[in-house]
């Protein structure tokens, strides 16, 4: 069975960091590009960033230069690194395994998704 | 960035009916359109794709068309397990950008 389960959201301060983590299973993750999707409370889909196959690597303008994404496929992982989290970066960050070309995907599956609250 | 607008937000309606969603682009997107059906506390799960259609276990009562900067998902005969928020995202240029949900209610 295809699967993602993402780790490591919760509480943290704004100006803070947290990394998220998103572990892959079923499938040969090296071969996809993958991607992170947000969701504030009550609201709807924001994608964040995305890393191909080769390593490329875009974000949104929102979280570019804060944020990092990386991948180690030998651990069929990858991960977002949130650096100077602001109170809007608060969502359900979702991971998904993206087809169609890295900048323009799908995304089929996606993770059960990961809280991100930014408060004092 | 392409701004994908849905309408309604959200609608009423009841099983058996015959359920349509548009989606609007704000510029010609050929017919790069993919549909996302999203129950409470879940993950969204991908109904229909550009490459694809309908995807692999999605009943046959969920279709989608459309072209250029107007799309419609339809589900023809609304089921009890179909009461959910449904996203269009567009895969013709980056960033990919969605929809903001339509919510189909009982």
């Keep these: 069975e295809v699967q993602l389960v993402e780790s490591g959201g919760g509480l943290v301060q704004p100006g803070g960091s947290l990394r998220l983590s998103c572990a892959a299973s079923g499938f040969t993750l090296s071969s996809y590009d993958v991607h992170w999707v947000r969701q504030p409370t009550g609201k709807g889909l924001e994608w964040v960033s995305t890393i191909g196959t080769s390593g490329d690597t875009y974000y949104a303008d929102s979280v570019k230069g804060r944020f990092t994404i990386s991948r180690e496929d030998a651990k069929n992982s990858f991960s977002l690194q949130m650096n100077n989290l602001r109170a809007g970066d608060t969502a359900v960050y979702f991971c998904a395994r993206g087809s169609g070309l890295p900048e323009i995907p799908w995304f089929d599956p996606w993770g059960q998704g990961s809280l991100v609250t930014v408060s004092s | ?106």
């Design chain 2, 1 to 106: 960035d392409i701004q994908m607008t849905q309408s309604p937000s959200s609608l009423s309606a009841s099983v058996g009916d015959r359920v349509t969603i548009s989606c609007r682009a704000s510029l010609s997107i050929s017919n790069y359109v993919n549909w996302y059906q999203q129950k409470p506390g879940k993950a969204p799960k991908l109904l229909i794709s550009v490459a694809f259609g309908l995807q692999s276990g999605v009943p046959s009562r969920f279709s989608g068309s459309g072209s250029g900067t107007e799309f419609t998902l339809t589900i023809s005969s609304l089921q009890p397990e179909d009461f959910a928020t449904y996203y269009c995202q567009q895969s013709y240029s980056g960033p990919p950008t969605f929809g903001q949900g339509t919510k189909v209610e009982v």
